[in-house]
């Protein structure tokens, strides 16, 4: 091999630049942090699945048909009715933001801004 | 012919994770055996490249020299286009890695009567720089799923690239550039005459395959939802080396998006994609211009046989005295030797 | 129904119709005339101890290959991968961008697809695929690969004697694959079987057994030169002399050998000496290493060595103290980049100092050669030399630059400062014809045949072009070039496109404005032209 | 509408046709060379638009051999050496009687008489034979230039041999006499 010195350094850049993930997690491997559900109810407004990974939209959905048409009820697939507000029918079973948002949004670099107008139920206790 | 091909191609490998998965439920083969084996070959395949380029030698240094020479002292020199010393090759190698100059050579600007004009190749550096750029901060936002806790850097990056806080999820500006940069490269190679006219399925294959691979990203974001902590989980696991099949529901999309890059991975060693390490070793960029002021060594230099003065001489002998042009007996007694 | 007949009805026997839109693996060569260059001949293969394939010419319909031409070339090409790194790189790393392919003058006067750069480079791309590569057999065509076959080969003769290694593309490649390299090897792999061109091989038979590529005697060369003082007695009434092969001179100066008998480039060697005279420099010349010129260069490398390799045992001998070159494109590529790997360390030499100014030429100090135009900008700026511009008011003057000593060499402010100086009308061609993206004669690299000659006026026509541009504009009729096959070929390629331009080289113009000590007036230019202001007196 | 003022009105549209149907005989690369405009890096399509244009506004408008000389002069400079048959050399003009004999031959003949078409004809086979002229003219040009260069590259062995005469220096010498 040629240039070896130069060569070797090359391909190390290449191993430190690729492999990346691998060395930010060197040496720390731990179990990612779990979101802590509600102890009591045991199904949300839909189904889990569908909540993991739509909730952001159906948030975005229930504050557009509150704020522009006024609407306050939502129905679920079931049937049930519910009150769309962040703060008094999520958070009423979710009641820790920093146990149940923060941990995921944090862990995968989201930044809703909901909490920039919505009060999170640990301030509301602060303010009681 | 050849973007048929290309296409059919792409097709099969956007229905290989679809009968996988969907029909014959493989998911811990598609999850983790798969992008495992892609990037084991992405890696020795491209190290095994490196080495064997490294294998031949440079014989000669050829570089080339776009602009003057370092020679007497009030002449200036241009540092960048012919270079002279190791930190002006760095320098050169700099702008033509980051900001592809030699491409950028070709912007020029003519005026036609009146009107100005902009040829092809302008917008090819503008639209490899598009795509190249918008690759690399894709790479790096995706750093959020295979760390813990992710770097301050990687949270930097993605809020600079939401910045227009478009809808929920906020839309990726990279996202549209790499579409822009990818498409137009993709229409040059079909529309302008002479590049279609030399371009193979290989041309547009890895083009389809990362436009793919970007629509999927960004229809997952977008629109057809995955459960991204499930997500996370998996890629962590994958990152560690303590590979898992998370509980959620992983979606079809994501394992056709994790096909595509694992294909992505394993073809780049093989193809055109190796001018990513190749170009560093560019003999006409990476050699300084100081011929003149140092030697370079060539490993099998050999020696090679000669006219030499003395037999030289000897052939002329009777016309060089009969011209008068001196004869050298030193050197006659070397050839009797 | 129209009335009418149509006009190409009767022309239907002729085949002028449009050609089908064929893939370029599909496209055969065409070796009609003027299009080809002659193979060489037998014996000259023989002399340089290299294979042959008899008495052939590439317009035959079988050549007459030898049985194991396919084994002899694939083992070539693995050998020439193995021993350069830039033929293996330049295989791999081409994305087929096309940035290059409309920078190729030969492209741009033929309009032929195979003379973009990237396609020349794919004819042998494409093979190394199809037979060394698994994927390649594969995927065939669509992959880009194909098996070696006749074919092929007589498309190698065709498009590898169609680049004129001018590099050009190599200064647009975002990867730096230049196209000129690939060419060099290709023709050092042809060789293997003893495929070469007979223009390019006969010179470098004489270069290697006399001296010099036009196969000049040491008596001849001393009596053209003793000639070319008769006539620089004539212009300026100084009796010169030329030392030749004088030992103990402080400088050997080697220049190519058209500068001794060939129109123009015996102005330039009359300024040489004009020059060497008025500074009273202890130089001299030499017989033995007549040839600054290598055709070995662009035929294959060790031929190249051989050649050159006479130089360095006449500096020895003559115990100069360091080497002057003169004004020439190969050469001066050749000697920039090849000399110091190939013949150093230079060790009998000394680093070279101007004995009239006193520079040390710093960036020549390992090498020990210093360009003529170096030497001489360096004479003008100490102000050592006493010029009168006005002597050269009846030409308007623009600078080609030589590909060779542009883009493999970088010399372009230097030959530019002597012509600022030694002449009062000088204008710039187009800026995208100059400097490093200037436009080759289209005749370079051995190339500069008669049989040749219409590719060679479409390969020049770019360049003739802005030549035209300038001469319409600007009154130009004299272009200059610091190359000897540029001097050569450029005048033939003016001939024909721009007949009011004459090639010259600079010293030419710098042996016009000199003022000698003890001259007569004079009325003439070297070329016997009378200067402005003298036209009566003529 | 006289029969110039019909031609004029037409005249973008037998332009174009005639430069398309010349590059259809050019083969893979003419796209490239229709569609790159600049003069130095695409000089081969500059001269051949820029001429075809001059020719047809000389043809239709005011015809004059002073203004359609020097662009027929550049073409076959350019055709001679590109192509070794003069008949493929020459063919373009040929083209430009069948593009307008396809698209309008009827229609003049209906509205002008046959009487115009001819005459326009007409004017094409002086342009065809004149083109033969340049075209001869640079084909021996390169003939010259063949010799010359021979000529050239020996030039001080045959001068010295006696086998040049030397006219600028003979001028000089006689001059001198007298």
Not at chain 1, 9 to 24: C, E, N, Q
Not at chain 1, 60 to 82: A, F, L
Not at chain 3, 111 to 137: C, H, Q, T, Y
Not at chain 3, 281 to 300: C, K, M, P, R, W
């Amino acid at each position: 091999m040629y240039n070896a010195n130069k060569v070797i350094i090359g391909i190390i850049v290449f191993l430190i630049f690729f492999a990346m993930p691998f060395w930010l997690n060197f040496g720390k491997v731990e179990a990612l942090p779990k979101p802590e559900l509600p102890k009591e109810e045991k199904k949300c407004i839909e189904d889990t699945d569908y909540m993991k990974a739509y909730h952001m939209k159906f948030l975005d959905e229930w504050r557009k048909t509150k704020v522009r048409e006024g609407k306050v009820y939502y129905i679920n697939k079931e049937g049930k009715i519910y009150k769309m507000s962040l703060q008094r029918t999520c958070m009423k079973c979710h009641d820790n933001k920093e146990k149940f948002c923060d941990r995921c949004h944090k862990n995968l670099v989201v930044q809703p801004d909901c909490w920039k107008c919505h009060l999170a139920p640990e301030e509301v206790k602060k303010w009681q | 012919m050849n973007l048929i091909f290309s296409l059919i191609v792409l097709a099969i490998l956007i229905l290989i994770p679809l009968i996988g998965v969907g029909v014959l439920g493989l998911s811990s083969l598609f999850a983790i055996f798969i992008p495992y084996l892609a990037f084991a070959i992405f890696f020795f395949g491209l190290i095994y490249r490196i080495i064997d380029w490294a294998r031949s030698p440079q014989p000669y240094k050829i570089t080339t020299t776009s602009g003057q020479q370092k020679s007497l002292s009030w002449i200036k020199h241009s540092r960048l286009e012919s270079p002279a010393s190791s930190w002006e090759v760095y320098l050169r190698m700099f702008f033509e890695v980051f900001l592809f100059r030699s491409l950028f050579r070709n912007l020029r600007a003519d005026f036609d009567g009146k009107r100005l004009i902009y040829g092809s190749a302008k917008w090819l550096w503008l639209g490899a720089i598009l795509f190249h750029f918008s690759f690399l901060v894709i790479m790096i936002r995706h750093l959020r799923f295979f760390v813990n806790e992710v770097p301050s850097f990687v949270q930097k990056i993605s809020a600079v690239d939401s910045f227009f806080q478009l809808g929920v999820p906020p839309i990726y500006i990279t996202d549209i550039l790499i579409l822009a940069g990818l498409g137009f490269l993709l229409l040059r190679r079909l529309v302008d005459a002479k590049v279609n006219y030399l371009s193979y399925a290989s041309d547009y294959f890895p083009l389809l395959l990362i436009i793919s691979i970007a629509l999927t990203g960004i229809l997952m974001r977008l629109y057809v939802k995955p459960d991204l902590y499930a997500i996370k989980q998996l890629t962590y696991g994958l990152a560690t080396f303590n590979p898992a099949l998370p509980k959620g529901n992983l979606s079809m999309l994501f394992y056709i998006h994790l096909f595509l890059v694992s294909s992505l991975a394993a073809y780049f060693p093989f193809s055109k994609l190796v001018h990513m390490v190749g170009v560093f070793f560019s003999p006409t960029r990476n050699m300084p211009n100081d011929n003149r002021m140092s030697r370079h060594i060539n490993p099998w230099e050999y020696p090679v046989k000669y006219v030499t003065y003395a037999e030289w001489q000897e052939k002329f002998r009777d016309v060089l005295e009969e011209a008068g042009i001196p004869i050298d007996e030193e050197w006659t007694n070397v050839a009797q030797k | 129904m129209s009335k009418l007949p149509k006009p190409d009805q009767l022309l239907q026997g002729l085949d002028l119709h449009r050609t089908p839109e064929k893939h370029w693996m599909d496209i055969k060569p065409d070796f009609s005339p003027g299009k080809y260059c002659y193979a060489v001949d037998p014996q000259v293969m023989i002399d340089m101890g290299r294979p042959n394939l008899g008495k052939w010419q590439p317009t035959d319909e079988k050549w007459p290959l030898p049985e194991d031409w396919k084994e002899r070339l694939l083992k070539a090409i693995r050998d020439r991968m193995e021993r350069f790194r830039s033929f293996k790189l330049f295989m791999d790393i081409c994305v087929r961008c096309g940035a290059c392919a409309d920078k190729c003058h030969f492209f741009l006067g033929t309009g032929d697809p195979k003379n973009m750069p990237v396609l020349r480079a794919e004819l042998i791309r494409s093979v190394i695929k199809g037979e060394f590569s698994f994927f390649g057999r594969l995927f065939g065509r669509v992959a880009g690969a194909r098996p070696l076959t006749e074919e092929v080969l007589k498309e190698w003769y065709m498009y590898f004697y169609q680049c004129t290694a001018c590099r050009r593309c190599s200064v647009f490649c975002p990867y730096g694959i230049d196209t000129a390299e690939v060419t060099i090897i290709m023709r050092d792999i042809l060789h293997e079987l003893g495929i070469a061109l007979d223009w390019a091989m006969k010179p470098l038979r004489n270069s290697h057994f006399i001296g010099n590529h036009l196969g000049l005697q040491p008596h001849t060369i001393k009596e053209n030169i003793e000639f070319l003082m008769s006539d620089i007695a004539e212009i300026t009434g100084l009796n010169i002399e030329v030392p030749i092969n004088k030992k103990g001179a402080e400088v050997l100066f080697v220049t190519p050998s058209a500068d001794f008998f060939a129109d123009p480039g015996i102005y330039t060697f009359m300024g040489y000496v004009l020059l060497f005279h008025h500074i009273g420099l202890d130089y001299t010349i030499s017989t033995y290493a007549s040839e600054g010129g290598n055709f070995g260069f662009f035929n294959s490398i060790e031929f190249a060595k051989k050649l050159h390799s006479k130089i360095y045992e006449e500096a020895k001998r003559l115990k100069v103290k360091w080497i002057l070159g003169g004004e020439c494109g190969h050469q001066w590529r050749f000697w920039h980049q090849y000399h110091g790997t190939m013949f150093g360390p230079f060790d009998y030499l000394e680093v070279p100092k101007s004995p009239i100014t006193g520079t040390v030429f710093e960036h020549a100090k390992y090498h020990k050669a210093v360009h003529i135009c170096e030497f001489t900008a360096d004479l003008i700026a100490h102000n050592k030399l006493k010029l009168d511009p006005s002597r050269n008011d009846h030409i308007v003057v623009t600078f080609h630059d030589s590909c060779n000593t542009s883009r493999g060499m970088g010399i372009f402010e230097e030959p530019r400062f002597i012509l600022r100086n030694v002449c009062n009308n000088f204008v710039e061609m187009p800026e995208n014809t100059i400097r490093e993206k200037t436009f080759c004669c289209g005749s370079g690299s051995g190339l500069n045949t008669d049989e040749y000659m219409e590719i060679r006026m479409r390969g020049g026509f770019p360049r003739a072009n802005a030549v035209e541009f300038v001469h319409k504009n600007y009154g130009v009729n004299t272009l200059v070039a610091i190359c000897a096959i540029d001097r050569a070929t450029l005048t033939a390629l003016m001939k024909y496109w721009v007949p009011d331009v004459v090639v010259a080289g600079v010293h030419e113009l710098v042996g016009n404005a000199l003022i000698m000590e003890g001259e007569k007036e004079r009325t003439t230019d070297l070329r016997y032209r009378p200067l402005k202001g003298m036209e009566e007196e003529v | 509408m006289s029969f110039k003022t019909f031609l004029e009105s037409r005249s973008v549209e037998i332009l174009n046709h005639w430069i398309r149907t010349f590059w259809e005989s050019f083969g893979e690369s003419a796209p490239f060379f229709r569609k790159e405009i600049d003069q130095f890096t695409n000089p081969f399509g500059y001269y051949i638009e820029e001429a075809f244009r001059e020719i047809l506004q000389t043809l239709i408008v005011d015809f004059s051999w002073e203004r359609v000389d020097p662009y027929l002069e550049k073409l076959a400079q350019i055709r001679s050496v590109q192509e070794t048959l003069p008949s493929q050399a020459a063919k373009f003009l040929l083209d430009l009687k069948k593009i307008l004999r396809e698209l309008y031959g009827d229609q003049i003949i209906e509205e002008f008489g046959f009487g115009s078409l001819l005459e326009w004809e007409d004017k094409i086979n002086c342009l065809l034979i004149r083109f033969m002229d340049f075209y001869q003219k640079y084909r021996e040009r390169l003939y010259e230039v063949r010799l010359e260069e021979f000529k050239r590259n020996n030039y001080l062995l045959l001068k010295r041999a006696g086998l040049i005469w030397d006219e600028e220096k003979d001028k000089f010498f006689d001059n001198k006499k007298h």
